[in-house]
């Protein structure tokens, strides 16, 4: 049975890998598995995997990016090195917005907004928005280099970025729409979100960790500590292959698919809710 549950870990992990960085909501589609194919785990555990597995995603864009994120790369000249530092300083500003609203919310997110009604209504809502931002996208954007960010645009895109602790709504695609709104180009938008989401997931792992060990004083068994490994591993391997497939395919298309993939699996879900309710209870 715990072959069972292995497999499991690993289609979530997959899962994970996909859709982190797809504007399509990893913590959607994460709940909604689990609400189709329940891992045999308690409550209090799934809180932490759901999570912590995000950090396999984390490294993927560290890997990938290491050398445009580290300044203190000898391969840099001192510009370099400034414009590195000036780029993490925007990116920080940019995660002031969701990380003082998660510190508020992060229970009624948990409880309230992770029902499968929530989830169906914020893939269709922002499925929308992505339709209707490409089909007014100015063709000339005012940024197309990370560097001409403005610590004003950046706070902003951040602020776009609280949108995505409502389950269904994708944290890369509420800050790539944002983003793009507010005037930058696709792969700009793209790889900002990419930079975003490492303060943003360690944050957020930080704080289920410390919640659940030291505040309510869960633990771990083994085997749940192979099931959050397998995962998590499988997360990072996945996040490689998509951040690669997204930053070729944006350079050709625009996020329109995307936007009716959301539509499409709303209303999926709704139907699901109204005919086989407790296949999602």
Same mark, same amino acid.
């Given at each position: 049975?715990?072959?069972?549950?292995?497999?499991?870990?690993?289609?979530?992990?997959?899962?994970?890998?996909?859709?982190?960085?797809?504007?399509?909501?990893?913590?959607?589609?994460?709940?909604?598995?689990?609400?189709?194919?329940?891992?045999?785990?308690?409550?209090?555990?799934?809180?932490?995997?759901?999570?912590?597995?995000?950090?396999?995603?984390?490294?993927?864009?560290?890997?990938?990016?290491?050398?445009?994120?580290?300044?203190?790369?000898?391969?840099?000249?001192?510009?370099?090195?400034?414009? *590195?530092?000036?780029?993490? %300083?925007?990116? /920080?500003? @940019? +995660?002031?917005?969701?990380?003082?609203?998660?510190? #508020?919310?992060?229970?009624?997110?948990?409880?309230?907004?992770?029902?499968?009604?929530?989830?169906?209504?914020?893939?269709?809502?922002?499925?929308?928005?992505?339709?209707?931002?490409?089909?007014?996208?100015?063709?000339?954007?005012?940024?197309?280099?990370?560097?001409?960010?403005?610590?004003?645009?950046?706070?902003?895109?951040?602020?776009?970025?609280?949108?995505?602790?409502?389950?269904? *709504?994708?944290?890369?695609? %509420?800050?790539? /729409?944002? @983003? +793009?709104?507010?005037?930058?180009?696709?792969?700009? #938008?793209?790889?900002?979100?990419?930079?975003?989401?490492?303060?943003?997931?360690?944050?957020?792992?930080?704080?289920?960790?410390?919640?659940?060990?030291?505040?309510?004083?869960?633990?771990?068994?083994?085997?749940?500590?192979?099931?959050?490994?397998?995962?998590?591993?499988?997360?990072?391997?996945?996040?490689?292959?998509?951040?690669?497939?997204?930053?070729?395919?944006?350079?050709?298309?625009?996020?329109?698919?995307?936007?009716?993939?959301?539509? @499409?699996?709303?209303?999926?879900?709704?139907?699901?809710?109204?005919?086989?309710?407790?296949?999602?209870?």
């Amino acid at each position: 049975m715990f072959l069972i549950e292995i497999l499991k870990a690993i289609v979530q992990g997959i899962v994970q890998g996909i859709t982190e960085w797809l504007p399509v909501s990893s913590t959607g589609h994460i709940l909604l598995l689990d609400a189709v194919w329940k891992m045999n785990a308690s409550e209090a555990f799934f809180d932490v995997f759901k999570v912590i597995i995000q950090l396999g995603s984390i490294m993927a864009v560290v890997v990938l990016y290491f050398h445009k994120l580290n300044p203190f790369s000898p391969k840099k000249s001192r510009e370099e090195k400034k414009d *590195t530092w000036i780029l993490w %300083s925007k990116v /920080l500003i @940019a +995660s002031i917005p969701a990380a003082i609203a998660g510190l #508020a919310l992060d229970d009624l997110i948990d409880g309230v907004l992770s029902a499968p009604i929530i989830i169906a209504a914020a893939l269709i809502l922002y499925g929308i928005a992505f339709i209707w931002m490409e089909s007014r996208k100015n063709k000339r954007e005012q940024v197309s280099d990370l560097k001409d960010i403005s610590y004003k645009r950046a706070f902003g895109i951040g602020a776009f970025q609280m949108l995505a602790l409502i389950p269904g *709504t994708s944290r890369s695609g %509420s800050t790539i /729409l944002g @983003a +793009s709104l507010l005037g930058t180009s696709r792969a700009v #938008a793209a790889e900002f979100s990419f930079f975003m989401a490492i303060p943003v997931m360690l944050g957020a792992s930080a704080l289920k960790v410390v919640k659940f060990f030291l505040i309510d004083e869960y633990s771990f068994t083994t085997e749940e500590w192979i099931l959050l490994a397998v995962a998590t591993v499988v997360s990072f391997l996945v996040s490689v292959l998509v951040i690669r497939f997204l930053m070729a395919f944006i350079k050709k298309h625009d996020f329109k698919p995307f936007g009716w993939y959301r539509i @499409a699996l709303g209303i999926v879900v709704l139907l699901v809710l109204w005919l086989a309710p407790q296949v999602l209870s």
